[in-house]
């Protein structure tokens, strides 16, 4: 019988592989500060908060080179509640894009619902009366799902939120011009 002979092959690094190795470099790089943390003392600030000079330098603090700002600790960190967030963000014509000035109503929904569990949000989404009705109700539908992957991303549990859509029928302005299409291309967060 015949020794088998078995072939090595160098193994071969998918690109992607390599792209995520490069990343993660180059992110660990990003990270990395030539503060010496040793070397820092600290000053009281006029918040009352402690203020770190690198180099230990009361003079370097007086002139502003080099201090971390202070952090006023003292003032309430009261959770806010959805009655306190605004319920409405709106969306560009023909479009379930969540815009950007949408973004601190999303996270402050999302804070709300990570810090009570039994929360839940039914997520209306609405268009304006132009498209066909099957049209608009499946534009709607698709506005409230993407409030809702915006939210799933910033930790809630999809089983809090409940994307329904309305398409044309309840309007929040009435009129066909672009001031109340652009109030009727919504979508309404509603605690349930």
């Excluded at 040793?38 to 603090?61: E, F, I, L």
């Excluded at 806010?80 to 014509?93: G, H, R, V």
């Excluded at 506005?143 to 309007?171: F, I, N, W, Y």
Aim: aromatic share 4%; with cysteine.
């Amino acid at each position: 019988m015949k020794p088998s002979h078995t072939q090595i092959v160098p193994a071969r690094t998918p690109a992607w592989g390599l792209s995520v190795a490069v990343a993660t470099a180059l992110l660990l790089s990003a990270c990395a500060s030539n503060v010496k943390l040793d070397d820092a003392s600290s000053t009281t600030g006029q918040a009352g908060g402690n203020v770190v000079v690198p180099g230990g330098s009361g003079s370097d603090a007086a002139r502003g080179e080099g201090a971390v700002a202070a952090v006023d600790t003292s003032a309430s960190t009261k959770t806010p509640s959805l009655s306190d967030l605004p319920k409405t963000i709106y969306f560009d014509y023909d479009s379930f894009s969540v815009k950007p000035d949408a973004t601190p109503t999303v996270e402050g929904h999302a804070k709300v619902l990570q810090g009570s569990r039994t929360q839940r949000l039914t997520l209306e989404g609405h268009t304006d009366e132009r498209g066909g009705r099957e049209y608009n109700l499946a534009l709607g539908q698709k506005r409230a799902e993407a409030v809702v992957r915006a939210l799933t991303v910033l930790g809630v549990s999809a089983e809090q939120l409940e994307p329904v859509s309305m398409g044309e029928e309840k309007p929040a302005a009435g009129g066909s011009d672009e001031a109340a299409w652009a109030k009727n291309r919504r979508v309404e967060f509603k605690a349930r």
